[in-house]
């Protein structure tokens, strides 16, 4: 008898792209599709029900994206693989995507059979980059992540979530003095001259991620 097939779930908010894996797949009879879910929440349901070998994972989607959902699959100790497949590849949403547990990710451009192999790979625990993706995570790990204080990240986040001096310091309880203090190490720290700068290089860096809102 040969091997299983993999047992694949496709998780993605265009029902075309589904239909579009799902068909790339089914001429390969080492693969088997065993669901389909539009959303992350529905993806999360269905791979605790089903228990796919490997989660084919969109990143943007509505309602729980595909960061979140994964980071959820871990917490509920669910064992399917997770292969990101997504049409972008910033710094930002590759960095989350690994660090909440995704075993690859690719990009939908990648050709079928290139798809094919990452699957069986993912399924067999292996990690699987696009070399696009492999390229940025090299460069994230070469250049040093400088070092900011606890405070000084709360104040990041804090103007990447759209926050004015004033308003960070109401919600941190400091004065705007402070603040002002604080957003100038943070440049210095950073090598930028101004807000939008410093959030662009927060997120370069992998000081912060994508999605991330204020401190609570």
């Known amino acids: 008898m040969g091997e299983a097939a993999v047992r694949v779930l496709v998780a993605d908010d265009h029902p075309v ?10 001429g390969d009879p080492g693969f088997a599709v ?9 993806a ?3 791979a605790r029900a089903l228990v796919p070998d490997v989660v084919l994972m969109d990143l943007r989607m509505p309602g729980m994206g595909g960061v ?34 995704a075993t690859g990710y690719l990009l939908k451009d990648a050709l079928p059979e290139e798809l094919t192999r990452a699957v069986g790979l993912a399924a067999r625990g292996q990690t699987v980059l696009s070399p696009s993706v492999a390229t940025r995570l090299v460069g ?3 250049e040093p992540r400088p070092r900011l204080s606890e405070r000084e ?3 990041l986040r804090l103007i990447a979530a759209g926050s004015t001096n004033r308003e960070a310091a109401a919600r941190l309880f400091i004065s705007e003095a402070t603040v002002k203090t604080h957003v100038l190490h943070i440049y210095a720290k950073l090598g930028v001259n101004d807000r939008a700068a410093a959030v662009a290089a927060g997120f370069r860096r992998g000081l912060l991620d994508l999605g991330e809102g204020p401190p609570r």
């Not at 792209?17 to 089914?26: E, K, N, P, T």
């Not at 065993?34 to 529905?42: K, S, W």
């Not at 710094?91 to 660090?99: Q, R």
């Open 44 to 46: 999360v349901e269905l």
């Open 34 to 42: 065993v669901g389909e879910a539009g959303d992350g929440a529905r």
């Open 17 to 26: 792209v589904r239909d579009g894996i799902r068909g790339m797949l089914a």
């Open 153 to 155: 990240l709360e104040i």
């Open 140 to 142: 994230r790990v070469r």
């Open 68 to 101: 979140a959902a994964i980071r959820e699959l871990v917490r509920l100790d669910v064992a399917s693989r997770v292969l990101v497949l997504t049409t972008y590849a910033t710094d930002s949403e590759v960095g989350a995507a690994i660090e909440a547990g």
